[in-house]
């Protein structure tokens, strides 16, 4: 299903239907402030595991990253934030930013990393926002890549759909995406460290 949202004033009523779609264990892709990613909820790990099929990719070996309506709700998922890292993030977020922070014991085990960690993103995008709030809970990120490799990623939803139809459940069109991901920052060292330079801007970061 293809299904069209306006950030501006995305329908409650289609909102509801993805909403309802991440519950029953469906596959979305949707847009963010950065590139069109696929999505689920998270704690659907049968979802997550067809995602990784879709992408080729082992579900234990991913680089998942849970989106969050808010700040709110980091405690939730991580151990405690150091104030001058929570600082930084406030400046961030939403934004097109992922942060890699220590994971607590709440976090489902197909998103750690092998060093117990996990990847948070809040994403400047209302039509996230507004699915994050309907269904209850966070949902997951992962890239969705052009395969052909002349793009890194593709950018118009109904090429998408033409795509991916039978291999998703919904793909939201929300207008046309970007080309650049998020810039990654690991906040689980001595110092910062930037781990992919996407967008978003780096004078917000501490180093």
Same mark, same amino acid.
């Given at each position: ?148 490799? $002349?793009?890194?990623?593709? +950018?118009?939803?109904?090429? *998408?759909? %033409?795509?991916?139809? /039978?291999?998703?459940? &919904? ?13 990654? $920052?690991?906040?689980?060292? +001595?110092?910062?460290?930037? *781990?992919? %330079?996407?967008?978003? /801007?780096?004078?917000? &970061?501490?180093?």
């Amino acid at each position: 299903m293809l299904i069209k949202l306006y950030e501006e004033n995305p329908s409650p009523k289609h909102i509801q239907a993805v909403a309802e779609c991440l519950r029953d264990g469906g596959i979305i892709i949707y847009p963010t402030d950065t590139v069109y990613t696929f999505g689920c909820d998270i704690y659907k790990p049968k979802a997550i595991e067809k995602i990784a099929r879709i992408k080729g990719i082992d579900s234990k070996k991913n680089n998942f990253s849970i989106v969050c309506e808010n700040l709110s709700s980091l405690s939730d998922f991580t151990k405690p934030i150091s104030n001058p890292t929570f600082k930084m993030m406030r400046r961030c977020l939403p934004g097109p930013f992922t942060f890699i922070l220590f994971a607590n014991s709440k976090v489902p085990k197909l998103f750690q990393r092998k060093k117990k960690t996990v990847g948070i993103r809040i994403p400047n995008n209302a039509i996230v926002q507004h699915i994050i709030e309907e269904l209850g809970n966070p949902i997951l990120s992962t890239s969705l890549h052009h395969k052909d490799k $002349i793009l890194d990623y593709i +950018s118009d939803a109904e090429l *998408i759909y %033409e795509e991916y139809k /039978n291999q998703v459940d &919904i793909v939201i069109d929300g207008g046309i995406g970007g080309n650049t991901p998020s810039t990654i $920052i690991d906040c689980t060292q +001595s110092e910062n460290v930037i *781990i992919r %330079e996407g967008l978003g /801007n780096l004078s917000l &970061i501490d180093l």
